[in-house]
């Protein structure tokens, strides 16, 4: 059955405006038909399947090598249901000084690991984000993940692939002609769902991506990542002009703190960001699930593999994410 057939059967269009969040949707059998409106792109909006704006808000998993004990459906559901997110990402990491469970050294077990993310958010009826976690260009590695990764998920209207995460080094011109190999890929098997591109220094060069866009493909979106106590109104500027040029953008990557992910949260600055992204109608994703000694990894080291997580279990970063989240899900 094609993913639009299956949309169609499905008895609630998710995201009725830009503003607003859907309603979460549970599912006990592995192989219900998903629940969720395909999605595309119009211009710079990410719409559903009747044309209206969608604006997904989430969390990311951490890299899935080091937190891979909340790699799977339970938490996946928890963050649904108690978090109100409408999307997770999950961070399939590539690493070199500690090889173990990366895909690199270890595909099929990263591969093992990411799809519990996967699956999970396909079963509870929430989108799913499917992220190439490197900072170096992968060409080969990537087009093996995601050709893996596309016919297997492909026929699934939940999936987003985003097909390199932070890219530092490389220029636009190599960040674009690996974009055109691993999309191709990608078509091969899934024609339709949503692909995010990174672009150079930390996904924030999107200035230069505004003048040299990828032509002659379609829902394609570029990713933008900010830590709000280190990036400002440059950054924003940066956004704006890709937008005023036709080009969609998705944050893929956020969070209230510094960039290195530590030091105390910057709250007004922030809220200057997540305005700006309601403003655009642009969706989003905070880092993230994971337990390290930092601001942004969101729980101690006493939370369960699966939820539910309790007060004692989440850090401050954890906090107001899920109150900004349950607002936007109509849950408080």
């Not at 091969?188 to 692909?195: L, M, S, T």
């Not at 933008?224 to 002009?241: K, P, V």
């Not at 209230?256 to 600055?269: F, I, L, R």
Request: hydrophobic content about 40%; aromatic content about 10%.
């Amino acid at each position: 059955m094609t993913k639009t057939a299956t949309a169609l059967l499905s008895a609630i269009l998710l995201f009725t405006t830009a503003c607003e969040q859907t309603e979460t949707i549970d599912s006990d059998a592995e192989t219900a038909p998903s629940t969720v409106s395909q999605l595309s792109v119009e211009g710079t909006q990410l719409v559903n399947e009747a044309g209206e704006a969608v604006v997904l808000r989430g969390v990311s998993y951490g890299w899935h090598n080091w937190w891979p004990r909340f790699y799977n459906k339970e938490s996946v559901k928890w963050l649904a249901d108690d978090w109100g997110v409408d999307v997770v990402r999950a961070a399939m990491g590539l690493h070199y000084d500690e090889p173990e469970l990366t895909y690199n050294a270890e595909p099929e077990k990263a591969v093992e690991i990411i799809s519990k993310v996967v699956d999970g958010a396909i079963e509870s009826g929430i989108y799913v984000i499917i992220d190439f976690h490197s900072h170096h260009l992968e060409l080969e590695l990537a087009k093996t993940f995601f050709g893996d990764m596309a016919a297997k998920y492909g026929d699934q209207p939940n999936v987003i692939y985003e097909i390199y995460n932070e890219p530092i080094d490389d220029s636009w011109t190599e960040l674009k002609a690996y974009a055109k190999e691993v999309i191709e890929v990608i078509r091969e098997h899934d024609p339709d769902n949503i692909i995010l591109v990174g672009n150079p220094h930390w996904d924030q060069d999107l200035h230069i991506v505004a003048d040299d866009q990828i032509k002659g493909v379609s829902n394609i979106m570029y990713t933008l990542h900010y830590y709000a106590a280190t990036h400002g109104d440059y950054l924003r500027e940066r956004g704006d002009y890709a937008l005023s040029k036709g080009a969609p953008i998705f944050i893929s990557e956020s969070a209230g703190m510094e960039a290195s992910g530590d030091g105390p949260m910057d709250y007004e600055a922030w809220q200057i960001w997540q305005d700006w992204a309601e403003k655009n109608k642009l969706s989003w994703i905070t880092w993230s699930v994971a337990d390290k000694d930092e601001t942004c990894s969101f729980l101690y080291p006493s939370a369960s593999d699966t939820g539910p997580w309790e007060e004692k279990d989440l850090k401050e970063s954890a906090k107001a994410t899920r109150a900004i989240l349950r607002k936007k899900a109509g849950l408080d």
